[in-house]
């Protein structure tokens, strides 16, 4: 057998890498970290684009579609575009202005009311009779609401000094912001020129691959770019539906924070499986401090509309358009969780999706062809 000089060329630079990867790998490790750091914002721009993008594309197909004027042409992409990064913004300040200053409302409230409450819990421990009399003695002599204060001042004093605490926090608020606005500036680029950008990606693919190996990237990029298209629309429709069901459930029922826990509910279900159930475990905790019998019926009623949401609504408007069954949507959740915590969650599902149908596709061209 002939040996060419690609092949040996292709062999040769695999083994370079594997040795340098194998002996180098703390050092390549750290600057791939480094690299990554280095283009976060590149990265939350792409994000940002590809949401953004999801609206523009829906505003483009909308606005004045029949006219062939040379002004509305040039006016469609950067009116959608602002369109679409405006309800953006104004969906994500509506949320916070829903949840934040209740939340904030109920903590203050908690912290008023927790010494009044661990007194009475120590007088009920005292009828009750469980302790031994000189621990009920110790208990009834505590100041909770001083001790509470010094508990607090243990911690903020355990956590460094007042100036270190205020420097660590506006150096990372500011990196964020940072990152944010390069990360948006980007994204800006990034739908404006989308067209240019995909025709001259793949001018290089077909320039330095096969088409054979074109062909299928760009089927990969396809299947997963239909997975993440109708997960972010499905999951975005079904916060909505299951965020107003909840709100309005909650004002029939004359519960507290309606509004505003059905915000949250909705926020939190864009998380899958488990992310309406952690709105629903801080709503109840919230109407805690108003009623408990209020918050039992919360939980009862969140309860109810979790099996609506997961056997009707979730099933026609997310799960029939994923094609992914139930256990694989629970593995993504749980491995994407606990991997990368709350973006693990978000992307475990599409990911797994586009994996499920790229494997599908093809045992199922297998079969077909051995049939054949």
């Given at each position: 057998m002939k040996l060419e000089w690609k092949t040996c060329l292709k062999v040769g630079l695999s083994i370079f890498i594997l040795y340098v990867c194998?002996?180098?790998?703390?050092?390549?490790?750290?600057?791939?970290?480094?690299?990554?750091?280095?283009?976060?914002?590149?990265f939350t721009g792409c994000i940002i684009a590809y949401i953004v993008n999801i609206l523009m594309s829906c505003?483009?197909?909308?606005?004045?579609?029949?006219?062939?004027?040379?002004a509305i042409i040039k006016s469609r992409r950067p009116v959608c575009m602002l369109a679409a990064f405006v309800t953006v913004l104004a969906v994500v300040f509506l949320v916070v202005?829903?949840?934040?200053?209740?939340?904030?409302?109920?903590?203050?409230?908690?912290?008023?009311?927790?010494?009044?409450?661990?007194?009475?819990?120590?007088?009920?421990?005292?009828?009750?009779?469980?302790?031994?009399?000189?621990?009920?003695?110790?208990?009834?002599?505590?100041?909770?609401?001083?001790?509470?204060?010094?508990?607090?001042k243990i911690l903020t004093s355990g956590l460094g000094s007042v100036m270190d605490i205020v420097i660590t926090t506006v150096s990372s608020v500011f990196s964020?912001?940072?990152?944010?606005?390069?990360?948006l500036i980007f994204s800006i680029y990034l739908l404006a020129g989308k067209e240019k950008l995909g025709s001259q990606f793949k001018r290089i693919t077909h320039r330095y691959l096969k088409d054979s190996w074109c062909k299928k990237i760009w089927y990969v990029l396809d299947t997963a770019n239909t997975c993440f298209h109708k997960y972010i629309v499905g999951?975005?429709?079904?916060?909505?539906?299951?965020?107003?069901?909840?709100?309005?459930?909650?004002?029939?029922?004359r519960l507290p924070y309606a509004t505003m826990i059905g915000a949250l509910v909705g926020f939190t279900a864009l998380i899958p499986v488990a992310g309406a159930y952690i709105g629903a475990g801080v709503g109840a905790f919230m109407i805690l401090t108003v009623s408990p019998v209020k918050a039992?019926?919360?939980?009862?009623?969140?309860?109810?509309?979790?099996?609506?949401?997961?056997?009707?609504?979730?099933?026609?408007?997310?799960?029939?358009?994923?094609?992914l069954p139930g256990i694989w949507v629970l593995a993504a959740v749980t491995v994407g969780g606990g991997v990368m915590g709350i973006p693990g969650m978000l992307l475990g599902v599409p990911l797994v999706a586009t994996a499920y149908k790229l494997i599908r596709d093809d045992v199922n061209k297998i079969t077909v062809s051995g049939n054949v």
């Open positions: 194998i002996n180098y790998w703390e050092k390549a490790a750290e600057a791939a970290a480094l690299f990554i750091g280095a283009a976060m914002p590149l505003y483009e197909r909308h606005y004045f579609p029949r006219f062939d004027k040379s202005r829903l949840i934040v200053p209740q939340l904030v409302s109920c903590f203050q409230i908690i912290l008023a009311e927790l010494p009044y409450y661990l007194t009475k819990a120590v007088n009920k421990i005292e009828d009750l009779g469980i302790l031994p009399e000189n621990i009920i003695s110790m208990l009834d002599g505590i100041d909770w609401r001083s001790r509470i204060g010094d508990i607090a964020w912001i940072v990152s944010t606005v390069l990360g999951q975005c429709t079904e916060a909505v539906i299951l965020g107003a069901l909840c709100a309005i459930g909650m004002l029939i029922l039992v019926v919360f939980l009862v009623f969140i309860v109810v509309l979790q099996q609506l949401e997961g056997n009707i609504i979730y099933p026609k408007v997310v799960g029939s358009s994923m094609g």
